[in-house]
């Protein structure tokens, strides 16, 4: 079965058919983004004798290790070699880019790269059991967020007429901004009450 090259409906389809997708994706963003922009990655791939055209199957992937909160809790030279940091010489000789400069000019490619490596907002993990560990997102990673939202909103079953509470505390950790963006992807009322510290949860729910 061939996929798509472009997403289909995410409810429908065969397993098979969607495994074959997700390894697909996973292998182009590998071999176009993560390594030649990830000093820590490409080190690791190279450490294991593995490159992306190596993954046809899951099997294959679950040669990659895990990363570890472990990993994370490095100095932030160390931490930096994580980041995607975009090579302007390597982004300018993807044909893609070529094309999409010579159809919409060099402004709107930029526009593009921009939304796709440009930092726009940091979440972090509390910092209860190690140091805190920063995850920094871009306008490309914002969208997949609404998109993730929207579709956990439809696997629950909600209704765009229902009124929504975010009960998480204000912070700067994926679940709260997770479900920000669920209610920004679905088209419904959300409203966040800070876990109760800032508007009251309980008057907000009656």
Known sequence: MKPFLSSPLWDAGA???WQAWQIRRLRDYLKSRVLPFSTHYRELFKSIGLEPGDI???QDWAKVPFTSKSDLTVSKEKLREFVLIPNHQTLRREPKVIINTLLHGMSHTKEK???EFRPL???STTGRSSEPVPFLYTKHD????ELSGRRIMETGRSDKEYRHVNIFPYAPHLAF????YAGLGFGT???SSGGGKS???DGNIA
């Open 199 to 201: 508007m009251g949860t």
């Open 15 to 17: 397993p098979e058919f």
């Open 121 to 123: 907002l940091l979440t």
């Open 189 to 191: 009322f959300m409203i």
């Open 56 to 58: 046809r199957t899951m």
């Open 142 to 145: 914002l969208n997949h967020l």
């Open 177 to 180: 901004w997770q479900s920000h």
């Open 113 to 115: 790269l921009e939304a």
